[in-house]
Each structure stands twice: as C-alpha cells, then as structure tokens.
C-alpha cells in the first residue's frame, strides 16, 4: 500500500494531529495531496494530512474491468466475498493499521486523529468516525456517499465485497450507523448543488434524516453551482481544516 503524508514545521517540535483524508472512485494517495490545496492552511494550523490509497493494488489483487469497482474502488470495507476477501481488508487498513504506522515512523499523535474524504472517500470517513468513535475526534465530508446500501453504486461494490444478503450491508452504510453509533461530535459535509451525482448517488437528505433522528449534530452545506470536482473541494478546504483543528487542539 503506497500513501502521502504532509507533515507541518510543528512537527519539528514534536508530534502534530493528524488528519486522513480518503479519496473518491478512480483516485489515488496523490489527487488530495495534489489538487486540494491544503497544505498551507494544515502549515498554519499544525496539522499533518494522511491520504492513503483507495484500494489495494498490484498484479495478485482481484480487479474489475468496471472504473467503480475493484482496484481503485475499495469502497473502505473489510471485504468477506472471494476474489476480494484476500486483500481488500481497506477498513482494517484505514482505522487500525495505518495510523498504527504512520504514529511508529513519523511525529504525528496517533491520540489525536480526525477523517475526512470525498465521494467514495467521504462514505469512508463516515462509517470509519461511525465505527470508531472513541478513536476519532473530528470528521467531515464532500459529496459523501453517504446510504450505498439504496444507490447504484453501492449496490455494486457492496454486492460484490459482502455478498447478496443486504443484512451484512448495513454496518456500512452510515445512514444505518448512525443509529447505533456512539459519535456525538460535530460533523461538516459540504455538498454542490450541481453535482451530476446528487440525486442518483449521493442523496445527502437522507444523511440529514438519520443524524438528526439519533442526535448527530450536522452542518450539511448546499453549495450552489457547485459539482464533484476538485475545484469544490479546494474552494472549501480552508473551512474544513479549521473545523478539524477546533476539535484537534
């Protein structure tokens, strides 16, 4: 598994909070880190910014001929259905293992961890926070997937890594986790309002329902004019990084 890793100069000093950002469909370590535009403002607010691969890759792990699934399509689950079951353990990776070795090599707190991410990323970030919430503090999202167990998308990959019976679907989908999670922090999600995917895929209302049935305190932003490109991220990046720092410091 290959990663990027921005350390801030406070890391001179000793070791910073982390954000992990988990990118969307198709993405790899690279897109945040490149497009994005945060390492300025993660410099000024001492952050560290950890953005792992979407998927397992390499010439031994199974694959599709399909862009939205297989490598570069990890969907961030721990995968129990052949081919995939052998390495796409993304969850695993995400939650338990990576912070574990970025904490052994680098100075950054592993105590002291936020996620964030987009698309695929931002349903990742989600059930990640959802899952775990004694081991993440802060958490947002842009244009998450927010139900995969009721859109396209998720109906594909979620078959295909967890088979048909659509019972085992629901500890990952955050619209059914946010029933029974213990998270109570505040959560930023960001979303264009001319997004292609909005309505087919991405249907952040029924985000919207579920936390505020369980009590999740969310900001959901409707962004007009907006669509799912990294043009929108970068233009409220800033205010997710300040939204992380406050829960961080």
Do not use: E, F, K
């Given at each position: 598994m290959r990663f990027g890793l921005y350390l801030p100069p406070a890391a001179e000093k000793g070791p910073v909070p982390t954000l992990i950002f988990l990118?969307?469909?198709t993405c790899t370590e690279d897109n945040f880190i490149q497009k994005a535009g945060a390492q300025r403002v993660a410099a000024e607010l001492g952050l560290a910014l950890l953005a792992p691969d979407t998927s397992p890759r390499g010439p031994?792990?199974?694959?599709?001929?399909?862009w939205d699934l297989g490598q570069g399509a990890g969907f961030y689950v721990n995968a129990t259905e052949a081919p995939w079951a052998a390495h796409y353990q993304m969850q695993t990776y995400v939650a338990d293992e990576l912070p574990a070795l970025a904490s052994l090599h680098f100075p950054?707190?592993?105590?002291?961890l936020g996620i964030f991410g987009h698309s695929m990323g931002g349903h990742g970030?989600?059930?990640?926070?959802f899952r775990h919430p004694d081991r993440f503090r802060s958490l947002s999202a842009f244009a998450p997937i927010v139900a995969p167990s009721a859109v396209p998308w998720g109906h594909k990959a979620l078959g295909a890594y967890l088979g048909p019976d659509r019972a085992a679907w629901a500890d990952w989908?955050?619209?059914?986790l946010a029933h029974s999670t213990a998270w109570r922090g505040p959560i930023l999600v960001d979303q264009g309002s001319d997004d292609g995917f909005l309505a087919t895929q991405l249907q952040p209302e029924r985000l919207a329902r579920a936390c505020a049935?369980?009590?999740i305190p969310l900001k959901l932003r409707m962004q007009a004019g907006y669509d799912?490109?990294?043009f929108f991220i970068s233009t409220f990046i800033e205010e997710h990084l300040r939204h992380h720092a406050a829960a961080l410091r």
């Open positions: 990118s969307g469909l031994g792990v199974a694959d599709d001929a399909g950054v707190d592993g105590a002291r970030a989600l059930i990640t926070a989908d955050a619209c059914t049935a369980a009590g799912h490109s990294y």
